[in-house]
């Protein structure tokens, strides 16, 4: 018998938590006394370590450490080469903190972990939250589905309070490498998400850039070059995080670095370091704007504007939400915790779920009955919706270009399938055809993402066989397409959409399994 848990794998923290026997959350210690674990990896020769002494050893060997992974998660051509010459790519170093989180949790409980729900961020794509499936396969986690993070802190507020009527909450996450916002309506016992949106390179890692810059910038203007002195590099953005921290109780803070026979300090003031990151936090006003026109609202249509996220600690962000939107943003919920937490209880619901047998999942078996799970207070049921458009590259003869046509809008309630019969082959004795899945807004090629591609078979005929497309997303938002001979009345199909563009593929997660089990922990 074991746990099923809810892990925030986050950026720069992941936090991991379960629901006990009276239905309470909890969050699971690490092996180093705290709650959050930095995402962090340091490759020690034969000792991988991952969390606090990763990071607090980074310095003496900044060339093995590898902080903010999941900024490049199901980027193909990113790797990390260790000085030793080993090379990672993202889903190998997240499945490393991966590992860790959930060894520390067995260590913790005294019992295995059988099933997760992990969360990423509203605004990851399709690619995204298949590289974070892979990453938890290869840390040999059972994934009982991946949820999006504002949805998770609103789980986690909407069961730890008493709402008796309708309320719209906006929750404004910025974290540590990511900002998303989402609006939401919540009820005594429904979540329902209205509408999504966020940047995934945004957030505390971008503040501490603009930090580490102008420290930089002054330290030149001394005559002193930090920028090619890799440890003084990592030294340095340990203390632009450092000091941003003080920054949110004090209103100064000194960035002192010692470097070969160097010394460099500098005070630096809340004022100077406000006027350093106004542009990114403008930008995560403009991002909150454009998600209520997408719907049709404004702020004061708003009961609450939650805060998630360690950045909103920053007293700068609090003000610019209360100077837009006219009234102050509350902090019912744990900044870290919320997010986690909500992981938990779904986890909870799931694995009930699949006991019952109301829900299948092919890699979770969950062997007891649905009564040997926590009772919860609250049973919520939510339901989210999709953060991109998807759809198919078509011809479109006015433009005589390729074009995206999207089949299923951004916001649509998932999970979701929308059908559209309206397309064709593009000549005569077609015998087949390249599908392409894109992922964005726009009609333009240059501003989609193509997440897949798959090769489509069909009779060949004299006339131009007209096709019809099902785009579905399933309630973790991963895409699925079938296709349709019209002509015909063929179904051609669920169609298998080949990720290998931004995926592993079966042969590389098989060799990337052996590689990251040889590995040893620590
Ligand atoms: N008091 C504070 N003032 C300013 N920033 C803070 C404070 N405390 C934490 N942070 C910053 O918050 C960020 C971590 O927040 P959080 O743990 O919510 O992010 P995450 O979950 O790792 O990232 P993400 O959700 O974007 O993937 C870090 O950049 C950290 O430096
Ligand atoms: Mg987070």
């Given at each position: 018998m074991g746990k099923y848990v809810g892990i925030d794998?986050?950026?720069t923290f992941s936090v991991v938590s379960y629901i006990d026997a009276k239905g309470n959350p909890v969050l699971i210690e690490n092996d180093q006394g705290g709650y959050t674990t930095p995402s962090v990896v340091l490759f020690n020769g034969d000792e991988i370590l991952v969390g606090a002494a990763a990071k607090e050893q980074s310095t003496r060997n900044p060339q093995n450490y590898e902080s903010f992974v999941k900024r490049h998660m199901?980027?193909?051509?990113y790797k990390f080469t260790t000085k030793e010459g080993e090379s990672y790519n993202p889903e190998e170093v997240s499945s490393l903190i991966l590992k860790k989180l959930k060894k520390n949790a067995e260590d913790k409980l005294g019992?295995?972990?059988?099933g997760a729900v992990i969360t990423v961020p509203a605004y990851f794509g399709d690619s995204h939250r298949q590289a974070t499936k892979d990453a938890a396969k290869l840390a040999g986690i059972k994934v009982l589905d991946i949820i999006n993070e504002p949805t998770a802190a609103a789980i986690a507020f909407g069961v730890s309070k008493e709402i008796d009527k309708v309320q719209h909450v906006m929750i404004y996450d910025f974290g540590g490498g990511t900002f998303d916002t989402s609006v939401l309506e919540i009820d005594s016992d429904n979540i329902r998400v209205i509408a999504t949106n966020g940047d995934h390179n945004l957030g505390g890692y971008d503040i501490d850039k603009a930090l580490v810059e102008y420290v930089c910038g002054k330290a030149e203007q001394k005559k002193?070059?930090?920028?090619?002195n890799k440890k003084a590099m990592q030294k340095l953005w340990l203390a632009a995080e450092k000091a941003k921290i003080t920054l949110s109780a004090s209103k100064s803070a000194q960035i002192y670095l010692e470097f070969g026979d160097n010394e460099f300090l500098l005070d630096i003031t809340r004022e100077e370091f406000e006027e350093l990151i106004d542009g990114t936090l403008d930008i995560t006003m403009s991002i909150v704007q454009q998600t209520l026109d997408d719907v049709n609202?404004?702020?004061?249509?708003?009961?609450k504007i939650l805060l998630v996220g360690?950045?909103?600690?920053?007293?700068r962000v609090r003000e610019m939400i209360e100077e837009e939107a006219g009234f102050a943003p509350s902090s019912e919920v744990h900044p870290d915790e919320a997010v986690a937490i909500g992981a938990a209880y779904h986890a909870v619901d799931v694995a009930k779920k699949i006991a019952s047998g109301e829900v299948q999942n092919d890699?979770?078996?969950?062997?007891?009955?649905?009564?040997?799970l926590p009772d919860l207070d609250k049973n919520y049921t939510f339901q989210d919706v999709t953060s991109h458009g998807v759809g198919i590259v078509i011809y479109n003869d006015v433009l005589e270009k390729e074009v995206n046509s999207i089949i299923l809008k951004k916001?649509?309630?998932?999970?979701a399938e929308v059908t559209n019969n309206e397309y064709s082959t593009m000549?005569?004795?077609?015998?087949s055809f390249t599908l392409q899945i894109t992922q964005g807004e726009?009609?333009?090629?240059?501003?989609?993402?193509?997440?897949g591609e798959a090769d489509i078979k069909l009779q060949p005929r004299e006339n131009l066989v007209p096709i019809g497309f099902t785009i579905s997303c399933d309630s973790s938002a991963i895409i699925h397409v079938r296709a349709m001979d019209l002509d015909a009345g063929?179904?051609?199909?669920?169609v298998t959409i080949n990720r290998e563009k931004h995926n592993m593929t079966e042969a590389q997660m098989e060799s990337a399994s052996l590689k990251v089990n040889q590995l040893d922990i620590g």
């Open positions: 794998l986050g950026t199901a980027e193909r051509d019992e295995p972990v059988d002193l070059d930090i920028r090619s609202l404004d702020y004061s249509n708003m009961d360690g950045t909103t600690r920053i007293p890699s979770v078996a969950v062997d007891r009955g649905a009564e040997a916001n649509t309630p998932i999970p000549k005569p004795y077609q015998s726009k009609e333009d090629l240059d501003y989609v993402t193509i997440i063929v179904n051609l199909g669920e």
